[in-house]
C-alpha cells in the first residue's frame, strides 16, 4: 500500500509473472468488439471497450468514475504532481471525475485495447454489506482517488469472465451484471479498494466531496461559487475548499474552470456550436474570456480546434 503514496506509480513494466498472457487473453476477447476508435458501448449496461489504432500525445481529459483494464498498449497519465503508469498487467481505478492529462502509446500493429467499468456507488453498497457483517472496515488514512495497481490473479479471472461474455448478446444480459460485481468485488478487496470503500461513508469528507463533484457535473454551466457547493455538502466554506483541493489538487473554482473547457472542447469536436454558443452553453459569461481559458489549458485557440 505505500507504494501507491510515491509521486510515480508502479509503472507497467513492473508486471507481476503471467501478465503478458494474461493481457494477450484479454486483448484477444476485446480484439473482435474494437470496431471504432476510444470508448466504444457494449451491449452491457456501464461497459464500455477502451481502442485506439495509435498513440496520442498528453492531452487533458476527464474520465467518469471507473475502473480500466488496459491489455494490450499503455497509458501514462498526469495528475498534478503524480505520473501514473498503467497498462498490461495493471488496472486503474479512478473512485472520482478528476481532470488529468494522459499520453497514449499504441501502433497500428499493437493497438491499444482495454475495458472501462463504470463505478456504481449502489452496487458497492451492496457488496460491502456483507464484509461489513463480517466486520471487515476500511483504512482510515485519506485515499487516492485516482491510481494503478497491480493486477493479481483472482482479479484477472474476473475481468477475463466479464469480457468472456461480452461477445454474446444472451450471456450478455443473464450473467453480465454478475460479472460486474465479481470484478467490484475484487477491487473492493485489492489495494485500491480504500477508494471504493470512501465513496460509501456518508458522514466522511471523501464521499461528500465525491458528491460536490456530481453536483458541479450536473450544473457545471450555471453560475457556482464556493458557498454554494459547501452547502449542498453540509460543509463550511473554509472546510469545504480545504478538503476539495486536498481530495482534488484543484480548489473548487479551478476543477469548474477546467470541468467547463473540457466539455466546450466535446462540443466543438462535435460541431454542435460555433465559439460563442459552445462559451455560453458551458457557462462562461465572455467569448473572448472564455478562447483565452481555452487556449492557455489546450494549447490552441477554440476557433482553429473547431475547425480542425
Not at 476477447?29 to 495509435?54: K, M, R, Y
Not at 498490461?88 to 502509446?105: K, S
Not at 485515499?143 to 474476473?158: E, I, Q, W
Not at 485489492?190 to 477508494?195: C, E, I, L, V
Amino acid at each position: 500500500m505505500d507504494t501507491l503514496l510515491a509521486a510515480v506509480d508502479s509503472p507497467a513494466r513492473d508486471m507481476p509473472q503471467g501478465a503478458d498472457t494474461l493481457g494477450q487473453r484479454m486483448a484477444g476477447l476485446i480484439s473482435p468488439l474494437a470496431n471504432s476508435e476510444g470508448f466504444i458501448p457494449t451491449g452491457l449496461p456501464g461497459v464500455q471497450i477502451v481502442a485506439s489504432q495509435c498513440g496520442h500525445p498528453r492531452t487533458p481529459l476527464i474520465y467518469e468514475p471507473s475502473l480500466i483494464v488496459i491489455a494490450q498498449g499503455r497509458k501514462i497519465g498526469y495528475l498534478e504532481d503524480r505520473v501514473i503508469h498503467y497498462g498490461a498487467g495493471n488496472y486503474l481505478i479512478q473512485a472520482l471525475p478528476l481532470p488529468f492529462e494522459c499520453e497514449t502509446y499504441a501502433t497500428p500493429d499493437q493497438p491499444l485495447l482495454g475495458v472501462s467499468i463504470a463505478i456504481n456507488r449502489l452496487m458497492l453498497d451492496e457488496l460491502v454489506r456483507p464484509m461489513q457483517a463480517r466486520r471487515m472496515t476500511p483504512p482510515a488514512r485519506s485515499p487516492l482517488p485516482m491510481a494503478a495497481v497491480p493486477m493479481n490473479v483472482t482479479m484477472g479471472d474476473a475481468v477475463l469472465r466479464l469480457l468472456d461474455c461480452l461477445s454474446d448478446p444472451l450471456r450478455c444480459e443473464t450473467l453480465g451484471p454478475g460479472r460486474i460485481r465479481e470484478v467490484m468485488f475484487e477491487a473492493l478487496r485489492g489495494p485500491q479498494g480504500d477508494s471504493l470503500w470512501q465513496l460509501l461513508q456518508d458522514a466522511g469528507k471523501y464521499s461528500r466531496i465525491a458528491d460536490a463533484l456530481a453536483y458541479l457535473h450536473r450544473y457545471y454551466a450555471e453560475s457556482i461559487s464556493v458557498e454554494r457547493l459547501a452547502n449542498e455538502v453540509n460543509m463550511s466554506p473554509s472546510h469545504f475548499h480545504h478538503h476539495f483541493k486536498n481530495t482534488t489538487q484543484l480548489a473548487p473554482m479551478q476543477y469548474l474552470k477546467r470541468l467547463r473547457l473540457l466539455k466546450a472542447r466535446v462540443l466543438l469536436g462535435q460541431r454542435a456550436h460555433n465559439v460563442n454558443r459552445t462559451a455560453a452553453a458551458v457557462g462562461y459569461q465572455s467569448p473572448s474570456q472564455f478562447s483565452r481559458d481555452y487556449k492557455r489549458y489546450f494549447g490552441n485557440s477554440p476557433a482553429a480546434e473547431r475547425a480542425s
